[in-house]
């Protein structure tokens, strides 16, 4: 079964606007992280933010912040001010729990992702 | 510090021919993972190891594919014998251990074309 969900394949946004990346996720598992990765055409696979599932307040790191909606499963990505170098595809991703009984950390679960294209 | 790095960044080969992509992981790192990457595929898990041991290798495509970890700062990914649709992108990733929220560090990626 799918465990991330992104429904947007692409979007234009407008240099200094802000843009919301949907992404739903599905898990049974209380303990979770769900992460937003940025790839250029350049090709690299870039972190941006986490949030963890335990986390009460929205992660934030600079421009980018991300909604999350625990009830909702919803943990969408919000990049304010955009600007011409965030255009780029973007993934959402999941992990579940670590893995007992070690301190190790599991797979990500990727979603689709969204293109996103910002014009001047 | 040194990100991931994957070597080579760019292959080109033909048809049953073997590959051997390389990875060298973020040191203190003790998780390793191998993914693929295509247009009609998106982003693939092929295999993971924790501590050097595979964990979980049930995203190999088949047994022309066969990844090793021999020890903590390396890793290498076989394609044996290859074949035009293993033509993708192959990414390496490490995670550190512990309270480090399982954030995974991609390398650049090595863009793998079969003839």
């Known amino acids: 079964a799918q465990k991330i969900t992104q429904t947007q394949p692409g979007m234009f946004v407008q240099e200094k606007e802000a843009v919301t990346l949907d992404c739903t996720y599905d898990?049974?598992?209380?303990?979770?992280?769900l992460f937003w990765y940025k790839q250029p055409s350049s090709g690299e696979m870039i972190f941006l933010i986490y949030q963890g599932s335990y986390d009460e307040q929205n992660a934030t790191e600079g421009r980018y912040s991300l909604n999350f909606q625990k009830a909702r499963k919803s943990a969408n990505l919000v990049i304010s001010a955009s600007q011409l170098g965030d255009s780029a595809m973007y993934f959402c991703?999941?992990?579940?729990?670590?893995?007992?009984?070690?301190?190790?950390?599991?797979?990500?679960?990727f979603g689709a992702g969204t293109q996103v294209v910002v014009t001047p | 510090d040194a990100g991931v790095i994957q070597s080579p960044r760019h292959e080109v080969t033909e048809m049953g021919q073997e590959v051997t992509l390389r990875c060298k992981p973020i040191s203190g790192h003790n998780s390793l993972f191998w993914y693929r990457q295509t247009m009609m595929r998106g982003l693939e898990l092929l295999i993971y190891?924790?501590?050097?041991?595979?964990?979980?290798d049930s995203g190999m495509p088949e047994d022309r594919f066969s990844a090793k970890m021999p020890n903590a700062s390396f890793s290498t990914l076989k394609i044996q014998p290859s074949e035009p649709r293993d033509s993708a992108v192959y990414f390496c990733?490490?995670?550190?251990?512990?309270?480090?929220?399982?954030?995974?560090?991609f390398g650049p990626g090595t863009r793998l074309t079969v003839l």
């Open positions: 991703a999941m992990r579940e729990g670590q893995i007992p009984p070690t301190d190790s950390w599991g797979k990500l679960q």
């Open positions: 190891f924790n501590n050097n041991v595979p964990i979980d």
């Open positions: 990733a490490s995670t550190p251990p512990g309270l480090a929220r399982g954030t995974q560090y």
């Open positions: 898990t049974s598992d209380q303990s979770y992280g």
